[in-house]
Nanobody, 125 residues
């Protein structure tokens, strides 16, 4: 089993940057695909980015809305996944969740077995 704890959220102006972190406790971290999702008020939770093959054959996937602005990365030695968010927009405002699953990267929330509590990102225009 994995326990996930997110951090790094906050209030930032449009055009600014934030880096979210997700610390995982548990064994075999590198065998999991790790994803970031977000949920804005009144909206469904949506896929943001994911990574698999941590420590070996890296594979990443991004939502179209964040491509070129967000970067997901992982530090196998620290059991931590990061989401670097640049050129933030007001529509990026949401509660951001870290999630994990065995196997490869997918974009659907139902496939992920482990979830953190979320970290709030608010972008002011």
């Amino acid at each position: 089993q994995l326990q996930l704890v997110e951090s790094g959220g906050g209030l930032v102006q449009a055009g600014g940057s934030l880096r979210l972190s997700c610390a995982a406790s548990g064994r075999f971290f590198s065998q999991y695909a790790m994803g970031w999702f977000r949920q804005a008020p009144g909206k469904e939770r949506e896929f943001v980015a994911a990574v698999s093959g941590i420590g070996s054959a890296y594979s990443t996937k991004y939502a179209d809305s964040v491509k070129g602005r967000f970067t997901i990365s992982a530090d196998n030695a620290k059991n931590t996944v990061y989401l670097q968010m640049n050129s933030l927009k007001s529509e990026d405002t949401a509660l951001y969740y870290c999630a994990a699953k065995t196997g490869g990267v997918v974009t659907t929330t139902d496939e992920y077995s482990y979830w953190g509590q979320g970290t709030q990102v608010t972008v002011s225009s």
